[in-house]
């Protein structure tokens, strides 16, 4: 077998409201994602958490990588787990990567 498509869905684990860097319990709605993956064939996976910087603020995120063929699509489940919760993320945008190229998809 060989999966020649590598996808990383980064998930922020704080919110910037108010000039205030506010942490995030995002445990049960990562448990959801992996959930969704995992009802559509991606059942192998890396969850790896990192410090990130952008805008000049530093923060933590996980990230989750997927390796899978060309044809599959768990960015596609990634953006609607993401719209759907954004409500508590507060994101102003979500970012995702297929192979070398780092999608930014802005929300607001």
Known sequence: M????RYVL???????ENDTLIALDV??????????????????FYLTK????YKSRRFDEVTLTIFATSGDAP???FKRWFLDHNDVLGQEAFA????NR????KLR
């Open 27 to 44: 445990d049960d709605m990562l448990g959801e994602l992996v959930n969704l993956l995992e009802d559509e064939g991606f059942d192998s």
């Open 50 to 53: 990192v410090e990130s910087y």
């Open 102 to 105: 780092m999608v930014i998809e």
């Open 75 to 77: 960015h596609e489940i």
């Open 2 to 5: 060989e999966l020649d498509c």
């Open 10 to 16: 980064h998930i922020l684990l704080s919110r910037w």
């Open 96 to 99: 995702y990567e297929i192979e």
